[in-house]
C-alpha cells in the first residue's frame, strides 16, 4: 500500500488445488505490464502446510504480511482437510484480521463470452455491474454453537452479526463506485421482511448514507427477487451492495451469468490502506483437475488488474482488461492450457 | 386433511395485491375438475385488515384455520404496511404455528415455455426437480436482536436457529420423495464450510438418514456453487433439500430459470396432517398489478395441483397437471387476461 512508482512489495499465496498454477499466469502478466519492480513472497499456506505441521495461519505469518503492499491469493481448501478448517482459520482469518470489509467482485459479460443466459432475449444491453460484498461481519463470524451435538436432540445455532459501523463504511462506498460510474445507480440486497434487525438497519443506512450521494439513485430487492432479476433482467444492476453471506450467493450467480467462475475477478480491499489488500479469483481450488493445466487464469490474471489498480497503477489496470477481453474475444471454441492462456496474454502486453 | 371421498372443506386466504384474483383461477379450476363437493371459507387477512383493525392474525382465526382440510393462499404484502408486519405476524406465523415443516417447491420446465436460460446448450435433458426446504427453523425464527437503534452503534443480530429433530424430519421427507422419483438423487444444499455448526450437522443428518434408503444416491453442494449449476447444469437436480433461508433464494432462481414465479407452485406442509396444509404460489402480491387482470394464476392453478395431491386425490391433480401442460405448450406469445388462462384452463376439466 505504500507501493512507490517504482517497486510493490508483493505477498503470494498460491494456496491448494488450482490455486499456484493459476497463480503463477497472474504473475506472468503482471511481469509483462508493470513497469515497477515486483519483489515477491511466497507464503506456503493451505492443505499442505495444515498437513505437516498442523498450522493454518501462524501468527508471526500474519504479521508478515501485515508488512507487503498486496496480497496475491490463488485458493484455499482441499477435501482432505475437514471443512471449515482452511476456510474460517486461513482465508476468513485474512479477511477478517486485515479489515477487507469491501470484497469487490465485477460481474461483466465480455464481448465473445458465452452465457448460460439467453443474452438476446434477456440482456440486450450487456450485463455490467459490480458488487460491493461486505467482508467482516454477517453469518460469517463463526458466532453461534451447537448443543448436544450427534444426539437426537442436537441445537446448532449461526448468528449473523451485524453492526451500523460496518454497513456504512461498505454503503458509502458502495456510493462512491456508483457516483464514479456511468449509470450511478445503487441497490441494496438484503431480506428485510424476515431479517428485520439487520434488514432494517442496512435500509437506514442506504437511505442516510445515500442522501451524501444525490446523484446517486438507489433501490432495493429482497435477496430471493434478486435471483430472478439476475437471470431475467441482469442489465439492471449498476452497484449491489449486499451482506457478507448474500455477496456470496449473489456473486457465484453473477459470475456464472457472465460466463463462469473461470473469469471472475475479486478484491478483498481495505480501502483506508492501512493494511494490505488480498486479490483473488473467485473460484476455489478446484481439486479435481488440480495439477492438469486445464484451470482458466483469466480470473486470477483479472484480480492482478484489480490489485494494480488498487495500488494506484490505473493505467497497468487498463492494458490488462484490455488485453483479456482481446483475448477473451478470439477463443472461440479452442482448448488451452492454462499456460498458454497466461502467456497469450502477457505476450500481447509485454 | 379429513378430506373424505366426497367433501373437502377448504379455508381460503385471498390475501393482498394479485392474490385474490389469483386464488378465484385456482378455485375455478378446483370446481371444474374436483369430484367432491368443495366446502369453503374465505378469511380476510392481509393488508386491507391490518389497516382497518391493526390485526393480523388473531388467534381466534388461527384456531378456525386449523379446523380446515387445506388452506389456499393468495399472496400476503403490501408497501403500505411496514416491511415485516405481515410476513412474520400473519404468512410465517401460519407456516410455524401449523408446522409447515416440508416447504414444497417442484421446479420444472414445461414444453412451450420459454427459460432465460440458453436451454438447448445448458439443460439439454429438460429442468425436473423439487426443493424441500425446511419451514419453521434457520433464520427465520426471529431470534435474534438490535440495539442502539438509530445510533453510530448500532448493532444487530440473526440467530439461525437449527435443530437435529427438525433437519432430520424434512431430510426424511426429501428421502422418501427422491425414492419415488426415477433419479433417485438428493443434494443437500448448505454453506458448511463456513456456518460450521448448522451445517455439520445438516451433513450428518443426511449421512444418517440416506442409510435408510440404499437405492437413494445423495451429494452435497454449496449454495454459493448451486447457483453455478442451477444456470449451468440445472438438470444435474433431483430432488433439493435445503433450510429455510437458503431454500427461499434457491427457490425464485428455480423458479426463474423454469419459465418465471408465474408458474412456481408451493405446498406448506405438514405431512403428519395433524393440522392443515397451505398451499400457495410463490411469487407475491405483486401489488403494481395489482387488480388489472394482469397476473399468471398458472402457479396457483398448478398449487391447488399441490392441494389436492396432498388429500390424496392423485388423479384429479394429475388432471390439472396435464391441462396446464396443455395450455403452456399452446400459448404461444398470446397476452391473456388473469380469467382467461383460468377459464381456459378449466374449460379443458370441465
Ligand atoms: C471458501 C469460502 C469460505 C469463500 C466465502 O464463502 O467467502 C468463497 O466461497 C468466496 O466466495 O470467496
Ligand atoms: C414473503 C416472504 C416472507 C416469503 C419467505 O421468505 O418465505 C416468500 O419469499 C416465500 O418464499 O414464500
Given at each position: 500500500r505504500n507501493a512507490t512508482a517504482d517497486t510493490i512489495d508483493l505477498a503470494v499465496i498460491g494456496g491448494d488445488g488450482i490455486g499456484p498454477e493459476v497463480v503463477a499466469e497472474g504473475l506472468k502478466v503482471l511481469d509483462a505490464v508493470c513497469d515497477a519492480k515486483v519483489a515477491r513472497t511466497e507464503y506456503d499456506l493451505g492443505a499442505r502446510r495444515w498437513h505437516a505441521t498442523?498450522?493454518?495461519?501462524?501468527d508471526s505469518v500474519l504479521e508478515e504480511l501485515r508488512g507487503h503492499d498486496a496480497i496475491l491469493l490463488g485458493a484455499i481448501g482441499d477435501p482432505s482437510v475437514p471443512s471449515g478448517v482452511l476456510e474460517r482459520q486461513l482465508l476468513l482469518r485474512i479477511r477478517f484480521e486485515l479489515d477487507h470489509h469491501v470484497n469487490l467482485r465485477p460481474a461483466k459479460l465480455f464481448p465473445g463470452v458465452k452465457s448460460p443466459l439467453d443474452v438476446n432475449s434477456v440482456a440486450p444491453q450487456g450485463i455490467d455491474f459490480v458488487v460491493v460484498r461486505e467482508g467482516?461481519?454477517?453469518?460469517?463470524?463463526?458466532n453461534g454453537g451447537a448443543l448436544?451435538?450427534?444426539?437426537?436432540?442436537e441445537l446448532a445455532t449461526e448468528v449473523s452479526v451485524n453492526t451500523r459501523f460496518g454497513a456504512e463504511r461498505v454503503v458509502r462506498d458502495a456510493f462512491a463506485r456508483a457516483q464514479a460510474r456511468e449509470r450511478k445507480k445503487l441497490t441494496l440486497l438484503h431480506k428485510h421482511n424476515v431479517l428485520s434487525y439487520a434488514g432494517h438497519m442496512w435500509r437506514r443506512t442506504v437511505e442516510e448514507v445515500g442522501a451524501e450521494f444525490p446523484d446517486v439513485t438507489h433501490d432495493y430487492a429482497h435477496i430471493d427477487a434478486a435471483m430472478i432479476y439476475l437471470v431475467?433482467?441482469?442489465?439492471?444492476?449498476d452497484v449491489i451492495v449486499t451482506d457478507n453471506l448474500f455477496g456470496d450467493i449473489v456473486t457465484d450467480l453473477a459470475a456464472a451469468v457472465t460466463g463462469?467462475?473461470?473469469l471472475a475477478a475479486s478484491g478483498n480491499i481495505n480501502?483506508?490502506?492501512s493494511t494490505p489488500s488480498m486479490f483473488e479469483p473467485v473460484h476455489g481450488s478446484a481439486p479435481d483437475i488440480a495439477g492438469q493445466g486445464k484451470a482458466d487464469p483469466t480470473a486470477t490474471i483479472l484480480s492482478v488488474a484489480m490489485l494494480l489498480e488498487h495500488l494506484g497503477r490505473t493505467a497497468e489496470a487498463r492494458r490488462i482488461e484490455h488485453a483479456v477481453a482481446a483475448d477473451l474475444a478470439s477463443r472461440g471454441d479452442q482448448v488451452r492450457s492454462t499456460a498458454q492462456i497466461g502467456e497469450a496474454i502477457a505476450a500481447t502486453l509485454a
Open positions: 498442523g498450522e493454518t495461519l501462524p467482516t461481519e454477517g453469518p460469517y463470524t463463526g448436544r451435538v450427534g444426539t437426537p436432540n431475467q433482467d441482469p442489465s439492471r444492476f463462469g467462475i473461470g480501502p483506508d490502506r
